[in-house]
């Protein structure tokens, strides 16, 4: 399983990290001074939380360097699977705020949080209604949950 965790976990990373790359640029181009107060608190919330989403998907490979070889690899894949879960909310979470700031700044209407929450839909679907449902659809009682 661990070897599966750290594939996933590449994936991610790298989409925060990009994100998280570009979130902190803009803080340094001329638009800021102009945006609204509101928009900048909006800012200062994503990067926090893209901060921490990277915090959190970088922590599994941390984790493994630091205990490989102690014989406690159940206990660091438990701790490294939640540690990206915790990740891929945060992630979910810098996204959608993400989204709100750039449509907040691109159209100031109206419709701009019923769009994010949308989106934020269509998140949550992909990433945990659809693997949930295919979970409890098609593990049969007799097999062990992870």
């Not at 100031?108 to 295919?134: E, Q």
Request: glycine share 6%; proline share 4%; aromatic share 10%.
């Amino acid at each position: 399983m661990w070897g599966e965790l750290i594939q996933e976990v590449r994936v991610a990373q790298t989409g925060v990290q990009i994100l998280f790359g570009f979130l902190l640029t803009v803080v340094f181009t001329p638009r800021y001074a102009d945006l609204q107060q509101i928009d900048k608190n909006i800012y200062i919330v994503t990067v926090v939380l893209g901060a921490c989403a990277t915090g959190a998907l970088i922590g599994p490979v941390s984790l493994h360097r630091i205990v490989a070889g102690r014989r406690v690899k159940p206990q660091a894949v438990r701790w490294a699977s939640r540690l990206t879960f915790i990740g891929l909310i945060l992630l979910l979470a810098t996204m959608t705020a993400a989204l709100l700031l750039i449509l907040r700044v691109a159209t100031h209407d109206a419709y701009v949080p019923w769009l994010v929450a949308a989106v934020l839909m269509w998140y949550a679907l992909c990433w945990f209604g659809i693997p949930l449902w295919t979970r409890r659809r098609h593990t049969s009682r007799s097999e062990p949950t992870r």
